[in-house]
Structure formats: C-alpha cells, structure tokens
Nanobody
Framework: EVQLVESGGALVLPGGSLRLSCAAS????????MNWARQAPGKGLEWVSG????????AYADSVKGRFTISRDNAKNMVYLQLNSLKTDDTAMYYC???????????????RGQGTQVTVSS
C-alpha cells in the first residue's frame, strides 16, 4: 500500500522559511518521480514542484521558482520542499504526490498524502 506522510507545515511570518518533508513507503521510491502540490482555501489543486527518480532533474511552477527547492533522499525514502521568502499567497495545504514513472509529470498529483498546512501571516 502506497503511503505518503507530509510534515513540517507551520504558521510563519512573510519572508520566513520552512522545510516540508514527505516520508514515502509501499512502492519503489528510487524509481519514481515525486511532486509537491498545494491547495489554497477556495482554490483548486496547484502543482508546485517535481523531481525525477534520481534527483537529477527538477521543475517548478513559475509562482515559486527561485524561492522553493525540491530535493530527495532515496536512501531514506524521503522528499523535501524548502520554502524560502514566503508570501501570504503561499498559504495552502501542501501535498506530496507519487509520480507514475521516473520522469516528472505535472499531472501526477492524484496519489497524494493527507497534506501539511502552511500559513503565511503577520
């Protein structure tokens, strides 16, 4: 059974930083691309970032490019999202999502965890 468990969300001031973590199990993690997606209150699910199976390739939504960094540790079955220079518009539930292949596909956001809440507010 695929399990994805996100953690690290918090209330943070504008301009602050957070590191989100996702623990994965139940599939061949080292052969699978991973994505992060988010859903703000009253809005649809938005793909945020992806990383290929070996961590050699990454991709970001324009809204977070230059501020967020995705990474993974295949030895620990973990994927991370470093959030810097946070804005109030970044407030959302953040989800870790399993890819369907080794390469990044922005559409692979359906199989995801329960999420971790990030709130950016003064």
């Amino acid at each position: 059974e695929v399990q994805l468990v996100e953690s690290g969300g918090a209330l943070v001031l504008p301009g602050g930083s957070l590191r989100l973590s996702c623990a994965a199990s139940g599939f061949t993690f080292g052969s699978t691309a991973m994505n992060w997606a988010r859903q703000a209150p009253g809005k649809g699910l938005e793909w945020v970032s992806g990383i290929n199976s070996i961590g050699a390739g990454t991709a970001y939504a324009d809204s977070v490019k230059g501020r967020f960094t995705i990474s993974r540790d295949n030895a620990k079955n973990m994927v991370y999202l470093q959030l810097n220079s946070l804005k109030t518009d970044d407030t959302a539930m953040y989800y870790c999502a399993k890819g369907q292949s080794w390469y990044i596909n922005k559409a692979d956001v359906l199989q995801r965890g329960q999420g971790t809440q990030v709130t950016v507010s003064s």
